[in-house]
């Protein structure tokens, strides 16, 4: 029989040694993975850094209670603000150049908090951070919808949030240390010099799917099988832009008839509730209401990161596991989410036992339970419009982190007016319930939105 020596594409990206038609796949995606998860770790380092610095700053700088509950929220404030120009900028641009302005502009503003004498400029250099953070999540999720196949992307989505709690888990001891050596401005420097140092490695080593030069064929057409971004254009940003005519302003409103998004908002808030907690007033709670050491904090904050972290490892690839088990993706992504709501709302009962080992205990459990449900940006992945991913993934990201605004100021007005975290945390616990319910009634099926024209 006479074989043909002609070569074809698929062939020619074979790897050298395997059989022609039996490629074994690269893992490119990876690659791409680790540059999301150390990003996201170096992204919540710089967002919450001020929170371990604060015990020496609020005395430096004359800082009371309430106006660090306010320097807390302010974040916030241009991060919500920020998210849909944000997603806008990241349809229009691209991947690659967002991330790296992104990252570039909020490490700039993380060091600059180290040079404040006064709380004018903390407050400027905080709302320039939070524009500066805007685009990051949207990027991850466009990142993953384009390099990762359906059944992946829970699990690729898990592992690079799971960058928001490894950081402070294992990084907190040390920043402590490092405060207590060399003061905590050594603590902005540091961290910002870090994030520039990053920018410049995500510029070099990010590449669109098609450009990667470690991504051979096989793992090509096993991404687009999976309904990965790989097969609209070679550059798959300049593909992302949104078609006929552009983004108008009405766009938003449509999405927002679409019960999947207005419902994994919702979600999605409440789930934020419990994380901005753990993020802003958890070591405040620990010293004040359970009066605990400020040594004994930094080694009992540890454990509730780990268990978060653990979650949303869990969360995603138990998510995963179950999609290719053949069950329908309204119970893969949404049965995790709902389970880690109801779990978080748990953290109610740590008003009513006295052992602090145990308070540990259920505050872990509670933020484990906080991170199998942070599997949303999961979702915008599959029901954002083609074209529209950036922009929905904005928005989504605006609804969700108004809990970065309303919690902090909630929990520190009910401390204010009761002097104790007893109602505090009630609400908290109410916030997840609801989110649970918003899941379950509202989102309804998981699919892609298809906008009218």
């Not at 709302?127 to 390099?147: D, K, M």
């Not at 409103?253 to 019960?259: A, F, S, V, W």
């Not at 753990?278 to 904050?301: Q, S, V």
Request: hydrophobic residues 50%; charged residues 10%; contains cysteine.
């Amino acid at each position: 029989m006479q074989h043909s020596t002609q070569t074809s594409p698929a062939d020619a990206a074979t790897p050298k040694g395997a059989a022609v038609g039996t490629a074994v796949r690269t893992k490119a995606r990876y690659q791409i993975l680790a540059l999301l998860a150390v990003g996201t770790m170096i992204n919540y380092l710089d967002r919450t850094v001020l929170g371990i610095a604060a015990p020496q700053l609020t005395k430096e700088l004359g800082i009371n209670a309430a106006l660090m509950g306010l320097l807390f929220s302010v974040f916030s404030w241009s991060y919500v603000a920020s998210q849909i120009p944000g997603g806008l900028f990241l349809d229009r641009f691209g991947s690659k150049l967002t991330y790296f302005l992104s990252m570039t502009f909020w490490s700039l503003c993380t060091l600059a908090q180290g040079t404040v004498h006064g709380i004018g400029a903390l407050f400027a250099f905080r709302l320039g951070l939070g524009v500066s953070e805007a685009p990051c999540f949207p990027t991850n999720s466009r990142v993953v919808a384009t390099w990762f196949p359906q059944s992946e992307r829970a699990m690729a989505t898990g592992t690079y949030t799971v960058g928001e709690y490894i950081g402070l888990a294992f990084f907190s001891p040390f920043l402590f240390m490092l405060m207590g050596a060399f003061g905590w401005r050594s603590l902005f420097y540091v961290v910002g010099g870090v994030g520039l140092v990053f920018g410049v490695i995500w510029w070099i080593f990010y590449r669109e799917p098609r450009d990667h030069p470690s991504a051979n064929q096989a793992e090509l057409d096993y991404i687009e099988a999976g309904g990965g971004l790989t097969h609209r254009k070679k550059d798959a940003d300049a593909a992302a832009a949104p078609a006929k005519g552009g983004f108008e302003w009405r766009t938003i409103g449509r999405l927002l008839k679409h019960r999947q998004l207005t419902g994994i908002c919702l979600g999605q808030f409440a789930g934020n509730s419990t994380l901005v907690f753990f993020l802003t007033w958890f070591p405040t709670y620990l010293a004040t209401e359970r009066h605990m050491a400020w040594l004994k904090i930094g080694f009992f904050a540890i454990m509730p990161f780990i268990a978060a972290s653990v979650g949303v490892m869990f969360g995603g690839i138990f998510s995963d596991w179950l999609l290719r088990r053949g069950t329908s993706p309204n119970v893969a992504r949404k049965l995790p989410i709902i389970a880690g709501l109801l779990l978080a709302s748990t953290i109610i009962l740590a008003n009513y036992v006295e052992s602090n080992v145990v308070v540990i205990v259920i505050l872990s459990v509670a933020f484990f339970a906080q991170g199998m449900a942070a599997l949303g940006w999961t979702l915008v992945s599959d029901i954002a419009p083609d074209g529209l991913l950036g922009v929905t993934g904005g928005f989504f990201n605006f609804a969700a982190n108004l809990a970065g605004i309303v919690t902090p100021l909630v929990v520190g007005f009910i401390v204010a007016a009761t002097g104790s975290f007893v109602g505090a945390l009630v609400f908290i616990g109410a916030i997840a319930l609801i989110g649970a319910l918003s899941y379950i009634f509202i989102v309804g099926d998981i699919k892609r939105i298809v906008l009218a024209d």
